[in-house]
């Protein structure tokens, strides 16, 4: 059984910052590219960053610069690190690896 288990999402104020992590069980982990997705109410679901199995990075333009995505093999876990928050990045962030999702976690970012 595939479980993604989002954490760390939280209100954080307009230029902080927030970690979230996906805890990843039931997949080989190592062998997958690793997804981080945004989703506004009523909009689109959103590619914000991917990490292959070897390591290369990919970013939303939106989020170049501001996000770091990394991962740890030993622990199952794939980390999105947010910086320079401001009130567009507001969403429900999701974690999505082979075609599975977490259930998501909401990051606000509100003054």
């Known amino acids: 059984q595939v479980q993604l288990v989002e954490s760390g999402g939280g209100l954080v104020q307009p230029g902080g ?3 979230l992590s996906c805890a990843a069980s ?7 590219a690793m997804r981080w997705y945004r989703q506004v109410p009523g909009k689109q679901r959103d590619l914000v960053a991917v990490i292959t199995p070897g390591g290369s990075t990919n970013y939303a333009d939106s989020v170049k610069g501001r996000f ?4 740890d093999n030993a622990k199952n876990t794939v980390y999105l690190q947010m ?4 009130p567009e990045d507001t969403a429900v962030y999701y974690c999505y ?10 990051v606000t970012v509100s003054s």
């Not at 910086?83 to 401001?86: I, Y």
């Open 83 to 86: 910086n320079s928050l401001q």
């Open 17 to 19: 910052s927030l970690r």
């Open 97 to 106: 690896a082979q075609t599975y999702w977490g259930q998501g976690t909401q």
């Open 26 to 32: 039931g997949i080989s982990f190592s062998r997958y």
């Open 68 to 71: 770091a995505i990394s991962r």
